[in-house]
């Protein structure tokens, strides 16, 4: 019976698979780390400003940690097909702030912020439930259930801190600027993860040798999850409620924070 734990469990046991599959997280985080690190050094908040550089310091860590994981099986990353560079193709659709605007030196505008901090709040509910299933799937392995429960806690950080700082921007009446936003980035995002599913789907199964049935069957199950977010699903990305712990950015890099069912 197919299964997330089945399917992760058979990644996770051939290096070819494995290796792409730290391959892709490891380059989305780096690409993160790059982003915000920009973001932060373009922010004139002094408040602000900082809580995004922890924000790109902890995904730079995601990155070394997900090489990490391939160094301790001798394995090298592999470049990442174009079709499953989730972060990239997200920038095509027009979501979030395009590369070439960060490589610009001039500042941030107000509205430069909001759209950062909604593409965060979209992208880190998807980071943050999907990391929720991989401590679950990797819960009795030593070194993967390390990995993925260190990097949950952070993206729940992250969640919690764009929660939190939307809300203020909500408060200076911003308010429909974000749900705007918030709804255009929703939209987009879904369909690009339904697709940077498939292709990296179609790329395992190459490697692993699935029949034509197993795959046929991932494939609808992708579709299925695309549908239910289509028709409702995604506005657990859109919703906004101030987090239980309060500053998710602003202590200690250890901290566990409680983030609001979104």
């Known amino acids: 019976m197919l299964s997330a734990r089945s399917l992760f469990q058979e990644i996770y046991q051939n290096d070819e698979a494995f290796r792409l599959f730290c391959s892709i997280a490891m380059s989305g985080e780096s690409q993160g780390g790059w982003e915000n690190g920009r973001i932060s050094a373009l922010v004139a908040d002094p408040v602000l400003a900082p809580k995004i550089a922890r924000h790109g310091a902890d995904e730079d860590k995601h990155g070394r940690i997900f090489r990490g994981l391939m160094r301790n099986r001798d394995l090298e990353p592999v470049e990442v097909p174009p079709e499953a560079d989730y972060t990239m193709l997200l920038e095509k659709q027009g979501i979030g702030l395009a590369h070439a605007r960060l490589r610009d030196n001039q500042p941030l505008t107000g509205h430069d912020i909001t759209v950062y901090l909604a593409h965060s709040r979209v992208t880190e509910q998807r980071a943050s439930e999907q990391m929720r299933l991989l401590c679950r799937v990797f819960e009795h392995d030593s070194h993967m259930g390390k990995a993925v429960r260190q990097i949950s806690a952070d993206e729940d950080n992250h969640l919690a801190y764009c929660h939190e700082e939307l809300l203020r921007l909500a408060k200076d009446g911003r308010r429909a600027e974000i749900d705007a936003i918030l709804n255009r980035t929703a939209h987009a995002e879904i369909k690009v993860y339904r697709d940077v599913s498939r292709a990296v789907m179609a790329h395992m199964g190459r490697i692993l040798g699935w029949s034509r049935a197993k795959s046929e069957i991932l ?26 712990v309060r500053n998710a950015l602003g202590g200690p890099s250890a901290q566990k924070v409680a983030t609001p069912s979104a």
Request: positive net charge; proline residues 4%.
């Open 219 to 244: 494939a609808a199950g992708i579709h299925g999850v695309y549908l239910y977010e289509l028709s409702g699903g995604w506005r657990r990305m859109t919703s906004l409620r101030m987090p239980t």
